[in-house]
């Protein structure tokens, strides 16, 4: 199975600042089949890119994402309080489909 | 708006049985494949299940091939998973989830419901 591992484990940073947060395949995911999601407390898991770099539905322009084989980025521009929660990648490519542990976003 | 609403979550002792219901709406089910994916309370998700718009492909883990089997009725717009032989590391909440495309393998996970807790203790 595809293996992914996130980058850091946790970001700790103040609102304003910028977040780039890493995850790394051990396989090659083709067509880019790579997705990232944001939890909040208490919520679900939501979508936020897939492709990599398609942006889902409302998902504010302050986000972004790029990557293609085996190393993909996210990146949050401007952090706004609501941003820090842990984000997960996902790989969709090949089955089973595997997330990576998690990047918790803190604030400092 | 897209609606999942899971169904079915309880306490069940290890070696027991569940089957827990997914009721869609919103949306036009027998469009788009779709998804179980779990999450320990405090940990990170895992991609249980999928199946196909016409359940023509199912994929399972590992972790619980043998064990769950996935189902839907497009008529009911209706997902399931029967859950056998459970095990206490089976205990999470499992969420019900939509594709964007109609099969396996070619989408994100793009639609949520709340999910539902399941426990397997004695």
């Known amino acids: 199975e595809i293996v992914l591992t996130q980058s850091p484990d946790t970001l700790s940073l103040s609102p304003g600042e910028r977040a780039t947060l890493s995850c790394r395949a051990s396989?090659?995911?083709?067509?880019?089949?790579l997705a990232w999601y944001q939890q909040r407390p208490g919520q679900a898991p939501r979508l936020l890119f897939y492709g990599p770099s398609f942006r889902a539905t409302g998902i504010p322009a302050r986000f972004s994402g790029s990557g293609s084989g085996t190393d993909f980025t996210l990146i949050i521009s401007r952090l706004e309080p609501e941003d820090f929660a842990v984000y997960y990648c996902h790989q969709y490519d090949r089955s089973p489909f595997t997330f990576g542990q998690g990047t918790k976003l803190e604030i400092k | 708006e897209v609606q999942l609403l899971e169904l079915g979550g309880a306490l069940v002792q290890p070696g027991g049985s569940l089957r827990l219901s997914c009721a869609a709406s919103?949306?036009?089910?027998?469009?788009?494949?779709m998804h179980w994916v779990r999450q320990p309370p405090g940990k990170g998700p895992e991609w249980v299940a999928g199946?196909?718009?016409?359940?023509?492909?199912?994929a399972y883990a590992d972790s619980v091939k043998g064990r769950f089997t996935v189902s839907r009725d497009n008529a009911k717009n209706s997902l399931f998973v029967q859950m056998d032989r459970l095990r206490p590391e089976d205990t999470a909440f499992y969420y019900c989830?939509?594709?964007?495309?109609?099969?396996?393998?070619?989408?994100?996970?793009?639609?949520w419901g709340q999910g539902t807790l399941v426990t397997v203790s004695s």
């Open positions: 989830v939509k594709d964007i495309f109609p099969s396996l393998g070619s989408g994100p996970l793009a639609s």
């Open positions: 919103g949306f036009t089910f027998d469009d788009f494949a």
């Open positions: 396989q090659s995911v083709s067509g880019s089949y």
């Open positions: 199946i196909s718009w016409n359940s023509a492909t199912i």
